[in-house]
């Protein structure tokens, strides 16, 4: 079925998607709003793919973690040689069938002790020996298809996602592949609680224009935020077969951008091992849309993991990607406090920000800004979420 679109603002879209230099940010009925919500929940975020961890959480068999998304409970567990997104809901009356995260054998949900392997298949359930037609077949938990890039789970809720393609020519593969986002480890995360919508903060990590204002104290004196365009990038975009950077990303479920740095991002303590060298004194913000950025720099990457929870509220998971001998190390403490101070203070000077524009948004006199051209990627992600909007078939 064609989806109506009267809920959304049509005549307020052509202006979205407009050429960069002449276009405006969505309408602000976008944000927050729970009947914008409802429609951006079933056609954007269930009908994508949504990172919910990394690689290295489910090593080992009976690793699991669990994760609450978009109200979903899940539980993500590896299985022999193979990482399954189960739900966390126990088939008896809906308990947790497993808590935090850790290694198991098996999962028995503390409620009434039903158990279940670790593919999600029922296992054991107490005193049912006399329940008539009590199938056990019946009784495995949900599973949700999965599916991996550069060592980051996606799960998709919908169960009906077209495949995630991120290679080919042009594609996000052939960006990162010189710098092994694969073979990185976590540190531990820093948490935010963001009570606005979830597209306020992801806009935030997309652009750097807001780096000498808002983070005037911090990284903004660091940062040439014009080299996007610089003569090296135009290089890569052009061997990717673009026209142009703006093009690149344009109509694809990706987009990438590169910054300039005045000086070396030297990290105190932090071993002299570089993931590449070809980056030099760049960093490469990454998104796959809807939830997955990246920011990539030669010796470490920044992943804000946002966590969509409902229409005015999301957990932000800061977590730093290091070289797995620096993870492994406990004497790189001095390096590891400096990284994840400098993000704590970073996230510090954008929250009161964020949560000012949260507020500006429900504004009736807003209307919807004009866009600069440092802001394309913004640019890209709405034009792909319109194009999620519009052409959703149930
Ligand atoms: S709810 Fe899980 S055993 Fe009853
Ligand atoms: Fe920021």
């Not at 202006?15 to 709003?33: H, I, M, N, T």
């Not at 303590?269 to 990246?294: C, R, T, W």
């Not at 400096?338 to 510090?348: G, K, V």
Request: one cysteine or more; charged letters at 25%; aromatic letters at 10%.
């Amino acid at each position: 079925m064609q989806t109506s679109n009267q809920i959304i603002p049509i005549q307020d879209l052509d202006s979205v998607k407009a050429p960069l230099d002449e276009a405006s940010f969505l309408p602000p009925d976008f944000y927050g709003r729970d009947s914008h919500f409802v429609l951006e929940k079933e056609r954007v975020l269930k009908n994508n793919w949504l990172v919910v961890g990394r690689w290295e959480q489910v090593e080992k068999r009976g690793d699991y973690f669990t994760i609450d998304l978009l109200e979903e409970p899940l539980l993500i567990v590896r299985d022999k040689n193979e990482v399954k997104v189960l739900s966390n809901v126990c088939l008896h009356r809906a308990g947790p069938v497993a808590k935090d995260s850790g290694n198991r054998k098996s999962f028995t949900c503390p409620y009434h002790l039903w158990s279940y392997e670790l593919d999600g298949s029922f296992k054991t359930a107490p005193h049912m020996e006399q329940a008539k037609n009590f199938n056990k077949k019946n009784c495995s938990l949900n599973e949700f298809p999965v599916t991996e890039w550069q060592g980051f789970i996606f799960v998709n809720l919908s169960k009906n996602a077209a495949p995630l393609v991120l290679d080919g020519i042009g594609g996000l593969d052939e960006i990162v592949s010189p710098y092994n986002l694969h073979k990185l480890k976590r540190l531990e995360p820093i948490h935010f609680s963001c009570p606005w919508d979830w597209k306020i903060s992801v806009e935030n990590v997309m652009e750097f224009y807001h780096y000498p204002g808002v983070h005037a104290d911090t990284v903004g004196a660091s940062f040439d935020i014009r080299s996007s365009t610089d003569a090296e990038f135009d290089k890569m975009v052009e061997t990717l077969g673009a026209k142009n950077q703006y093009d690149a990303g344009q109509g694809k479920s990706y987009a990438y951008g590169m910054q300039s740095s005045k000086q070396s991002l030297n990290i105190p303590g932090m071993p002299a091992y570089e993931l590449s060298l070809h980056l030099n004194d760049k960093q490469i913000g990454v998104h796959v849309f809807p939830n997955l950025s990246l920011i990539i720099t030669p010796t470490f990457t920044v992943w804000p993991h946002i966590i969509i929870e409902s229409e005015n509220h999301h957990r932000l998971e800061y977590i730093l990607l290091v070289h797995p001998e620096f993870a492994a190390h406990a004497d790189h403490h001095q390096a590891r406090e400096y990284l994840r101070d400098m993000i704590q203070r970073i996230h510090e000077e954008d929250m009161p920000i964020l949560a000012h524009v949260a507020k500006g948004l429900k504004s009736e006199n807003h209307v919807a800004g004009r866009i600069c051209r440092l802001e394309y990627i913004i640019w890209q992600f709405h034009n792909w979420m319109l194009e999620q909007l519009t052409s959703f078939r149930e």
